[in-house]
């Protein structure tokens, strides 16, 4: 079993940037593909990025390519989205997912995942 915990929220101003972390529990997070979702009140969970168990390939939601950076270093359980020029419409709450390694996966389906964090709060003022 995994547990996360999603920290590096705040309030920024549009064109700011932040990082998020998460923080893995277990000796198992390098079996781990992880994901970073958002979900702002009134809207569905939204896909923003995923990285694969090794590092080796991440995929990003249209919405954030070249803007968010997921990266992961599982020598210290943790996985990161940096998060450049934001605007108010990032605004809501952001949570990283654990999805295990081994089964076939589409990184963008929230109901792959088997384990997530408890959600960082990112607001984003005009």
């Known amino acids: 079993q995994v547990q996360l915990v999603d920290s590096g929220g705040g309030l920024v101003q549009a064109g700011g940037s932040l990082r998020l972390s998460c923080a893995a529990s277990g000796r198992t997070f390098s079996s781990y593909h992880m994901g970073w979702f958002r979900q702002a009140p009134g809207k569905e969970r939204e896909f923003l990025a995923a990285i694969t168990w090794s590092g080796v390939n991440t995929y990003y939601a249209d919405s954030v390519k070249g803007r968010f950076t997921i990266s992961r270093d599982n020598a210290k359980n943790t996985v990161y989205l940096q998060m450049n020029s934001l605007k108010p419409e990032d605004t809501a709450v952001y949570y990283c997912?654990?999805?295990?390694?081994?089964?076939?996966?589409?990184?963008?389906?929230?109901?792959?995942?088997?384990?997530w964090g408890q959600g960082t709060q990112v607001t984003v003022s005009s």
């Open positions: 997912a654990a999805k295990a390694y081994g089964s076939s996966w589409s990184p963008a389906n929230h109901w792959e995942y088997n384990y």
